[in-house]
């Protein structure tokens, strides 16, 4: 019996500001040195990475490994599962919140494990996991049969078309700030490099940003209301680029952190985003942490669009709901 996985590889040849398609023919050679029963496809567009790593897990493949960034690593974690029916697992209630109904997802391949090779602008969950190596060293922990289950998040959210849509991550999804931030990113040139593309992104936030007045509810046991700059429900630790947001968050202990950054002003939030890549945003007196499994939030004032980040990506707005499934993926090691 082989001693690797049967792998299938899944490569955004324009993540990382192009620098999968460059480097391909050395990414191949190194990945294919490791896992000898191997195929690849190259992304084409927005979701094709789900469509691919569905695909792949129903012809049987035993790993399914991402080759790219945060987006790309999420849209192959949406794909180990079949497509959830938004309306059938959620509803929008009449005082604008959004409620569970039935969400469990469904996974394709039960025994599927879950590979990374982080190339992308960003490159947040590989902080979390460890793999900061070069990309000889990150292509090494793919071979053998070494894995650990991790918990999966799910977002339920209004789409750029208010519909209800949902979607899975196993980074970090959330509201205000940083979907700002997400939708000035994705709209400009990566070529600096993760961390100066999302703070000249976040600069340009900072100069326009006020603060929103968001309801939450934490397990159905806790409700918050307050001005905030970001609500941060965190599987991982780190988002934008580096920032580390969760200092502590765990993926695999059944859990969300979560981290309201509260009615900072400008001259503070200046000071939170300075800190916030070393932590230290959290000794803020505005900036509090809880824990929890299901958080719901709404915008109080419903006219105000207050949009989301999920793994870098910015699908819709608030109103929304977030929900853990631990142990969800086998994610190699």
Do not use: C
């Not at 992308?120 to 996991?129: A, E, K, L, S, V």
Request: without cysteine.
């Amino acid at each position: 019996m082989s001693v690797n996985l049967r792998t299938f590889v899944i490569a955004n040849p324009r993540a990382g500001a192009g620098t999968v398609k460059e480097e391909w023919t050395l990414i191949e050679r190194l990945l294919r040195t490791k896992i000898p029963e191997l195929d690849y496809a190259f992304t084409e567009g927005p979701a094709h990475a789900t469509l691919l790593a569905r695909e792949a897990l129903r012809a049987g493949w035993e790993m399914v490994v991402s080759v790219g960034g945060d987006g790309t690593l999420n849209e192959v974690v949406n794909g180990f599962f079949e497509k959830p029916d938004a309306n059938a697992s959620y509803e929008l209630d009449a005082d604008g919140w959004i409620a569970r109904k039935n969400a469990e997802p469904r996974p394709i391949h039960d025994k599927a494990v879950l590979g990374h090779v982080p190339l992308g602008t960003g490159g947040d969950f590989r902080r979390t996991i460890g793999l900061m190596g070069g990309l000889s060293e990150t292509i090494e922990h793919l071979s053998g049969r070494h894995t650990r289950p991790i918990d999966v998040g799910q977002l339920a959210y209004l789409d750029h078309k208010d519909n209800l849509a949902t979607r899975y991550f196993i980074n970090i999804a959330s509201a205000g700030f940083a979907g700002q931030v997400d939708h000035f990113t994705n709209g400009s040139w990566k070529g600096l490099g993760g961390t100066a593309s999302f703070m000249a992104a976040s600069v340009r936030t900072y100069a326009m940003w006020k603060n929103v007045d968001l309801e939450v509810r934490l397990d159905e046991t806790e409700e918050i209301r307050d001005k905030m700059m970001n609500l941060v429900v965190a599987n991982g630790e780190y988002f934008g680029g580096g920032m580390w947001v969760a200092p502590g968050a765990e993926i695999d202990d059944g859990e969300f952190q979560v981290v309201v950054m509260g009615d900072i002003s400008k001259l503070e939030s200046f000071e939170a985003i300075a800190g916030i890549y070393r932590g230290r945003h959290l000794s803020m007196r505005k900036v509090y942490r809880r824990r929890a499994r299901q958080v719901a939030a709404r915008a109080v004032d419903t006219k105000q669009p207050v949009l989301l980040d999920l793994d870098g990506e910015q699908p819709g707005r608030l109103p929304a709901m977030w929900n853990i499934h631990a142990g969800a993926i086998q994610l190699k090691i």
